[in-house]
């Protein structure tokens, strides 16, 4: 069975990934940050 959508715990942690690898460049950084806070606020609301 293939699975459509990442779950919210799967995008966490690739947009840390993302902040930590040296390759993200530095126009991504910000809005990477904001999306972090995003998800951590939207799973701290789901549980």
Not at 19 to 25: A, F, H, I, Q, V
Request: charged content about 45%.
């Amino acid at each position: 069975m293939v699975r459509n959508k990442l779950s919210l715990e799967d995008q966490l942690r690739g947009v840390k990934a993302a902040l930590k690898s040296k390759r993200t460049p530095p126009q991504f950084r910000d809005g990477l940050r904001r999306r972090k806070a995003e998800l951590q606020k939207k799973l701290r609301t789901e549980r």
